[in-house]
């Protein structure tokens, strides 16, 4: 979902727009990340997904080969990267394909954090504790983002079978020329959240002061981005869950179904007032009307594109949007908090919910268990896990490095834009809520993204949509519980 881009290269853009990879170890000396899963590598070629800059990156004599072999990967060894189709659903079967084939090639994939998971309860990915060293082990352990490294574990025994590559996070951008015109001051806004109520009140008064058509976009299309990200996180920052809080995130079969919970309802009021004002029948009091009725059609670029163009105050999206801007010369007249919220951490019910919560995303590495060159392979993943590697694909790229904390050592000025957002991002990072990942999670997203999105829209209210998800939840939970006791 949060890598489905369609924009020209930028500098030091993040994450969803660049290479898809799965790896390939071709020859004796020859390390291929790949998508197109049916051919051969050739010696020395690098065949890369996305812009111009990272497939020069990836050649054997670009800034990122060079950095993994200072890290200690053998010289001998080059990554040859290839692509795979540009839908990350599409993506995500064409390595499944290649893996219930046993196919010894590629030999490491680049797969999304959103459906890791699944590839390793179906024993596709290897157990990565006892074949990396020692130090990237205790690294991953002790100083990674732990939200991340929860999505590439087997969740029944906690074996670390994927390395973190990047995380992502939904983010908040503004336009600091309205919001300063308006007179608003912003100078703790990077690092202290509103309420979703006071932002309702500051984007509705921004936009009525400066004339500009809407308060707030965001993404609200009935695609998976909904479930995994814009509803999980606007829930999660009203204390509610999709299955009873963040425990039971990644196991599915009889788990408790809190869809119909008065916090998810009251995060679809709140999307619903946003949308249609106070004459909602099922608004909130207190809330302002700020976006558009087309959000509800909206993916990534619908989102952004308006927000680019000046016309919007607050626009929800990943840091890849706030990428563009600067590129763009928008840069000074934009900037990031972090996700307003409902209720307070101590208010909400479930333990991690409530407060500025974010959508987790990114992507991993992991091991293809019918490789040939292992022992490669390993290599380019120790390589990839080492600080010096992290801060030069940040530089060069705009990804973020999985120990957040790095972004405090980077100059902005050399590092991309990004980094001028160190704090707001860490704030995300520590805030990150990931998905509910299991095998049956592709089938229970089309649940929840066409409920919440007919809710959006009034097709339904809000409780009767809730109780019509909470029903084919609880059904697919069931059936899972059946053939585990079959």
């Known amino acids: 979902m949060d890598r489905d881009r369609r924009r020209q290269k930028t500098t030091a853009s993040v994450s969803r727009r660049s290479f898809i990879a799965a790896a390939s170890v071709t020859g004796a000396g020859t390390v291929g990340l790949a998508g197109c899963l049916g051919r051969g590598a050739e010696e020395g070629s690098v065949i890369a997904y996305g812009d111009t800059d990272f497939q020069d990156i990836m050649a054997p004599d670009g800034e990122l080969h060079q950095a993994l072999w200072d890290a200690g990967l053998d010289e001998d060894i080059t990554i040859e990267v290839r692509t795979g189709p540009d839908e990350t659903g599409q993506r995500r079967f064409a390595a499944q394909s290649a893996l219930q ?9 680049m797969m999304d954090s959103g459906w890791t998971i699944p590839f390793i309860l179906r024993e596709q990915t290897v157990n990565l504790e006892d074949r990396l060293s020692n130090d990237t082990v205790d690294m991953i352990e002790n ?39 308006a007179g608003y001051d912003t100078d703790d806004w990077d690092t202290e959240p509103l309420s979703w109520q006071e932002f309702s009140e500051v984007a509705a008064d921004v ?22 990200c814009t509803f999980n996180e606007v829930m999660s920052t009203w204390g509610g869950a999709y299955f009873g809080g963040l425990d039971d995130l990644f196991e599915a079969g009889g788990r408790d179904v809190t869809v119909n919970e008065e916090p998810v309802l009251n995060a679809i009021r709140m999307m619903r007032t946003f949308i249609r004002g106070q004459e909602d029948e099922h608004a909130l009091e207190g809330y302002e009307q700020i976006a558009p009725t087309a959000i509800v059609q909206y993916t990534e670029e619908e989102a952004r594109g308006p927000f680019a163009g000046g016309n919007v105050v607050t626009h929800r999206n990943w840091p890849y949007s706030i990428a563009i801007a600067h590129d763009e010369g928008m840069g000074e007249d934009i900037d990031m908090m972090p996700m307003p919220y409902g209720v307070e951490e101590d208010e909400a019910e479930y333990d991690g919910l409530g407060g500025p919560a974010s959508a987790l995303g990114g992507w991993h590495l992991t091991l293809n268990p019918a490789s040939e060159n292992e022992e490669e392979a390993i290599q380019v993943l120790d390589a990839f896990a080492t600080e010096e590697v992290m801060l030069t694909v940040f530089e060069v790229q705009g990804w973020l490095p999985p120990i957040l904390e790095l972004l405090e050592e980077v100059d902005p000025e050399e590092s991309g834009p990004v980094a001028h957002y160190a704090d707001t991002i860490q704030i995300a990072g520590d805030n990150a809520v990931p998905r509910p990942v299991t095998d049956i999670w592709p089938e229970q997203s089309a649940y929840i993204f066409q409920e919440v999105n007919r809710a959006y829209r009034g097709v339904k209210s809000p409780e009767a949509a809730m109780e019509d998800l909470e029903e084919r939840l609880e059904l697919s939970e069931a059936d899972v519980e059946d053939e585990d006791g079959d």
């Open 101 to 109: 084939a046993e196919r010894s090639q590629p030999d490491v994939f």
């Open 143 to 181: 100083e990674y983002l732990d939200a991340a490294v929860e999505t590439a574990r087997h969740p029944e025994t906690d074996e670390l079978h994927a390395l973190p590559l990047f995380p992502d996070f939904g983010t908040m951008q503004y336009r600091t020329d309205l919001v300063e015109e």
């Open 207 to 228: 936009r009525d002061q400066t004339g500009v058509a809407t308060g707030f976009t965001t993404q609200a299309a009935p695609y998976e981005g909904l479930a995994c």
